[in-house]
């Protein structure tokens, strides 16, 4: 009885750290790429966020997208933005990780698994974008809404395109079916 009890206490413990890994990634990988726009900046967070929802899970992945990625906001000194990307991030890793469980009910195949993966990335970062768009324009008209839209989509492209280039080489590596299950 009491080894059973040890077992399971080691998963919540587990989990609370890969979330602070993947909060991680998300902050520096939002950072450290940060390419000046007019209206903003382009970076490559949502690679991580869309892998924290994939190899997390839709609770855990979410929690570390929006916490890593508001936290990037406001180190960056755009604090303004820190609670809509908090639920923009989240609802980013939440759609990707169920558009993707969603779409491999009908893909049974695993060699098509990326298929699944490009609908899911598709849908997410049409999250992302929509939720951008509907915040700035809030801010600043639907007029400053719309000139984000470019550098939000084609960020959304790129990490879409590194997420999924990421995602294919760790279902690759052995060992990974153990440490994320829920990336399989």
Not at 42 to 49: A, K, L, R, S
Not at 52 to 79: E, H
Not at 157 to 168: D, E, K, N, R, T
């Amino acid at each position: 009885m009491q080894k059973t009890a040890v077992v399971h206490s080691i998963f919540p413990a587990k989990n609370l750290a890969f979330t602070a890994l993947f909060s991680a990634l998300c902050l520096v990988s939002t950072m450290l790429v940060a390419i000046p726009l007019p209206n903003g900046y382009f970076n490559t967070g949502d690679t991580f966020v869309l892998l924290a929802g994939w190899c997390l899970g839709p609770l855990y992945g979410s929690i570390a997208g929006a916490v890593g990625s508001a936290l990037a906001d406001i180190c960056s000194g755009f604090a303004l933005y820190a609670p809509a990307t908090f639920l923009i991030k989240g609802l980013t890793a939440f759609t990707g990780y169920y558009i993707w469980a969603l779409c491999k009910t009908f893909i049974k195949s695993e060699r098509l698994d990326g298929i699944a993966r490009f609908c899911a990335v598709i849908f997410a970062e049409c999250v992302m974008v929509l939720g951008y768009f509907l915040f700035e324009s809030a801010l600043y008209g639907v007029a400053g809404g719309v000139l984000t839209l470019l550098g939000n989509t084609l960020q959304g492209a790129c990490c879409a395109v590194l997420a999924l280039l990421v995602c294919g080489i760790l279902r690759r590596i052995k060992g990974m079916r153990k440490l994320f299950p829920k990336l399989y």
